[in-house]
């Protein structure tokens, strides 16, 4: 019986919390329990284990009173949030080049813009695919430690790397710029290919994510 109250709270857990990332609750949305078990069909049991679970990731936050709402994403987070990936993937991308392992990653995050290019129509899939592309980056590093850093945020980059497409990061423009990005990676030019990574995922998605607090 418990395994099963652990797999029905997994499931609750895995629903809500693509609800969150795909933006179907909203930053700031008001959540119950109620509301919550009825989507589901399940009993407040394995939805009350989820929300628990959520709370611990930082996706569900809890006020004085008890209410419960879907974390907000505030400037000071994407602010925060594009500074640690410029620090990051930047060392990174120099070091792929610093150890003339160019070509080889330019396969590897060519097999990732793939995925991107194939999910162009799907906003949300699409993010999953380009946090992939940029872990296939920081991947250089061989850091477990990094990785879960990152992977910590990964739920918080695709909800803002969502706003910044809504708000005026184009899928398909980007995908060619990456593509552009792989050809220069390619020739061993690290000046162009960077500069397109740089200008593209840390200047305008950072941009444009940060509109959203402006409309």
């Given amino acids: 019986m418990a395994e099963k109250t652990s797999s029905l709270a997994d499931q609750a857990y895995e629903k809500i919390k693509a609800n969150i990332l795909n ?12 509301m919550l078990t009825k989507e589901l069909g399940m009993s407040r049991s394995p939805v009350r284990t989820a929300i628990r679970m959520l709370q611990a990731e930082g996706l569900i936050v809890t006020d004085y009173y008890k209410s419960m709402t879907v974390k ?6 994407i602010n925060e949030i594009y500074q640690l990936r410029e620090l990051l993937e930047g060392a ?18 060519e097999e ?15 993010e999953v695919a380009d946090t992939a592309m ?17 992977e910590m945020n990964l739920s918080e980059l695709i909800r803002m790397g969502q706003y910044s497409i809504k708000n005026g990061m ?12 792989v050809r220069y990676m390619r020739k ?7 500069d397109i990574l740089k200008a593209d995922h840390f200047g305008i998605g950072k941009y444009s994510a940060l509109k959203k607090n402006r409309l």
Avoid: Q
């Fill in 92 to 109: 990174a991308f120099k070091m792929i080049f610093t150890l003339e392992r160019y070509e080889e990653f330019s396969y590897r995050i």
């Fill in 72 to 77: 907000e994403i505030s400037d000071k987070d």
């Fill in 23 to 34: 933006l179907s609750y909203p930053p700031g949305m008001s959540l119950t329990e109620a």
């Fill in 188 to 194: 061993g030019d690290y000046e162009k290919s960077f």
């Fill in 170 to 181: 184009h899928i398909p423009k980007t995908n060619e710029n990456l593509k552009k990005m």
């Fill in 134 to 150: 940029h872990m296939e980056i920081i991947s250089i590093f061989e850091n477990e430690r990094i990785n879960k850093i990152y």
């Fill in 112 to 126: 990732k813009v793939v995925r991107m290019c194939a999910a162009a129509g799907d906003v949300y899939e699409w």
